[in-house]
Each structure stands twice: as structure tokens, then as C-alpha cells.
């Protein structure tokens, strides 16, 4: 049984799940064929290398899954461990299933040597490859150190278990020896290190049940193929909250905008990514009648909803991820403008919020706008603006639009001169066609989901070429 009766006894000491048990909390019961379990390296005393991959089911629907078995030479990778995965991953796109990666490994088999690290080669090359062709998940569940944490960030979520993995290019050892400094597996790279500070983490649980049952959760909002757009086949229940009772009546107080998505999605409907991460952006997935849908919305309750390099490269990696997978895009609007200064500056806002703009532009699937209460500068054309390529966009009755707020805009241009009308007024964005309707709070709902479903057939051509050329 994987590296022997002990090794296994000391895993479970540990909090964790043997390999056979989280296949079991993760798929379909009884629904798991295995693949290749005689496999064995040259230099290995194991059956199976270290790793279990196969296929299964998760809600009655064909994924591929490979699991790393720690109580075999602690997960390593060597030659015959890489292959197994290789190949499972090849019949993933060939057959257009996801894939999931049970992580549990201390990096390349240093007996091994740089056959190993070729090994990484071949997965990195197929995680590139099958970007935005299948669905790539990662799922940390113990070490996850060295050569192995760049597969993850090559794959579009991952998710970690809170109190038993660990996550980072250099272990604690290794740091002590180079240069001296002692620091902790937790604080170096826990779960909450790579949730809320460096975002390489997109959900974490508090226990591998926890974390299993979410990965099967976001499955159900991504199509079953990439050519397949997802559609509502029954309607689902709604709690009918008048989602403008939500925005205070003075405009400078803040409010949760998680709770406008929540009023306007299906009841319970709503999964967030990357929820302890660049707080003042919001992105997951919700349903409208059933169909799924990716929403991006500022949050007011921190940094007043600006945009800074954090929130525009987490909500453009969400963008296109949703536009890969050809899931419709809802962006809820209150934004002040780019967070300014300095600081920002010479960290490259520029560079970071073009990634946000070319995102959006980059976009084909349907994208709609709503502008709840005030879109300001460049962030508003950031935003999904209808210049940047939205196909609705659509205005709450008191929102702002303007190139800056008042407040601003009488302080810089009205001692120049007092012929520019700069009052912000949302019905001339409307005469001037910037936006397609001004909607009450309690119509916007049943507006997107007419407005999404007149979408679900749109096409749209763009010039031949290999590829453009992101600012990264």
C-alpha cells in the first residue's frame, strides 16, 4: 500500500488523506478507472511511480485525475512519474476533459537527476500546449515545492488546503543554507501567504474534503467542451431582493457590492475566486436562470473600488480564462479611477492596467456592463467600457460617468476656464449612446438574462494572426 504500512501511518498523522481516499471524496462513486498502475521506473522499488492517474466522473461528467502519492519518495518526480502524468494529460485534450492534479510532492527525484527535471519540461510544455483548450486544476494538498509549484501556475485554478500544504520555489532549508535567513514552511508559503499576499492561490479549505468538494463545485460552472457554451435548460430560484435597496442613498458611504451579485444571481449560485486576494476587485462565477456566468465588479468597501496592479491583473487573468472557455462576462461598475501616486507608478499601474484593458478588448464571448453608481477616468473605459468592445452596456438612474468626479474636475479645470459643462450625468452618456439603457435596480436582473440569452449565438470576426502581444 503506497511506500509501506509506516510511511503511510505517518501521512495520516499528519492530517492528510491517503491517494485512494481523496479520489473518493473527488469523483463520482465507484466511478474511477485507473491507468497504467504497473508502471515502475528503472530506479524504483515502487508499482506506480508515486503516482495514480486515471479517469472518472465528477457529476456524471468525464475528467482525467492524477493524484501524488507522498509516502512514495515523498511524491518526487522522476522519469516514469512524469510519464504517466504526460500521457494522461495528451488523453485529456484529445478527448476534451478536464484535468485535475492532486499535488502532494517534495519536487524532482534528486537520485534521478536532471532526467527529472526533464520530466517537469514535458508537463510545463503540455500545461502551455492545453491552455485554454481543456480545463487545467490544481489542487495542493501537501508540498508543493521546487520545479513542481510552476506547473500550478501554469494551470487556471488552484486551490490548497489550509493546514496541511505548503507552496514554494525554495524550501525553508534551502533558504537557510544559501543566505542565512530562517524562516518557517507557514510564513514562507502557507496557504495563507499564497492566498492573500502573493494570489497564486485561487480558493482554500480547511480541510482536503473541503477543498475537494469546491473543485467539484467550480466544475459545474465551466462547459463540458470548449465549443460548448453553457445555457440555462430549467430556471432557478431566485430570492427576488431589490438590489438598489443595497447602495446606502449618500454616495460617499460604501457597501459590499458581493451582495448586489448575490441579489442579482440564482439563489446560492455564486463562487467566488480568489476572495482574499486584491480585495477591491471581485470576480467568480454566478447563474442567471440557470446559465453560467463570470462577474468582475469593483468593491467599494476597500480602496473605494480603484483599480491598482493587484485587481487589474487578477481580473484579467479571470477575463480570459472566462473568454477560453467561452463563459459570458457580467462587470459591475463603481470605480473612482486607477489608484493614483508615486508608488504606483514606478510599479507599473500602466503596464498592469493595460493588461486589464487588453483583456477586455481580446474578449469574444458576450460581455455586458452595468454602471451601479459611478465610473470615473480610465478605470470606466478599463471597466468594459462600449468603446472597449461590451456589447450592453447599461446605467442604474443615480450612476456617474465622466472623465473625472466633480470634486476633482472643479478644482483643475474650472479655475482655467467655465465653459465645460462637467457635471456627471448618466442620461447624456445615454444621448450620446456610451450606454444602451438607464435600468431601475429591481429591473436589472431579468434585463441581463434577456440580454444574455439574445448573445448566446454571437460571432465575431477578428483579424488572422498567431497571436497578439499582451503587455506582461
Known sequence: MGGG??????????????????LHELLDQESFMEIQP??????????????????????ERPVCVYAQDATVYGGSLGEMHAKKIASLMDLAAQNQMPIIGLKDSGGARIQEGVVSLEGYGQIFKRNVLYSG??????????????GAVYS????????????????????PKVIEKATGETVCPDRLGGASVQHQTSGNVHYTGKDEKDVLQAVRTLLTY????????????KASKHDAIDP???????????????QVVKAITDHGSFFET????????????GRLKGSSVGFVANQPKVLAG???????????????FCDAFHIPILTLVDVPGFLPGEKAEHAGIIRHGAKLLYAYAEATVPKITVILRKAFGGAYVAMNSKGLGADFVYAWPDSEIDVMGKTFADEIVHPASREFDMEPNVVKAAQLGLIDDILTPSETRERLIRSFDLLRSKKEDRPLKKHGNMPL
Open 306 to 320: 480603484s483599480l491598482d496592479l493587484d485587481a487589474a491583473d487578477k481580473a484579467a487573468r479571470f477575463i480570459r
Open 5 to 22: 504500512e509506516k510511511r503511510v501511518i505517518v501521512h495520516r498523522n499528519k492530517g492528510k488523506l491517503s491517494v485512494r481516499e481523496r
Open 222 to 233: 465551466i462547459p463540458t467542451k470548449q465549443q460548448t457554451a453553457i445555457h440555462a435548460t
Open 133 to 146: 483548450q481543456i480545463p487545467q486544476i490544481s489542487v495542493i494538498l501537501g508540498s508543493c515545492a521546487g
Open 152 to 171: 500550478p501556475a501554469l494551470t487556471d485554478f488552484v486551490l490548497m488546503t489550509e493546514q496541511t500544504a505548503h507552496m514554494f520555489l525554495t524550501g
Open 38 to 59: 504497473f508502471a515502475k521506473g528503472h530506479r524504483s522499488e515502487h508499482v506506480g511511480d508515486g503516482v495514480v492517474i486515471g479517469t472518472g466522473l465528477i457529476h
Open 244 to 258: 438598489g435597496t443595497i447602495l446606502p442613498k449618500d454616495p460617499s458611504r460604501t457597501y459590499d457590492v458581493k
Open 274 to 285: 480568489q476572495p482574499c486576494f486584491s480585495k477591491n476587485i471581485v470576480t467568480g462565477f
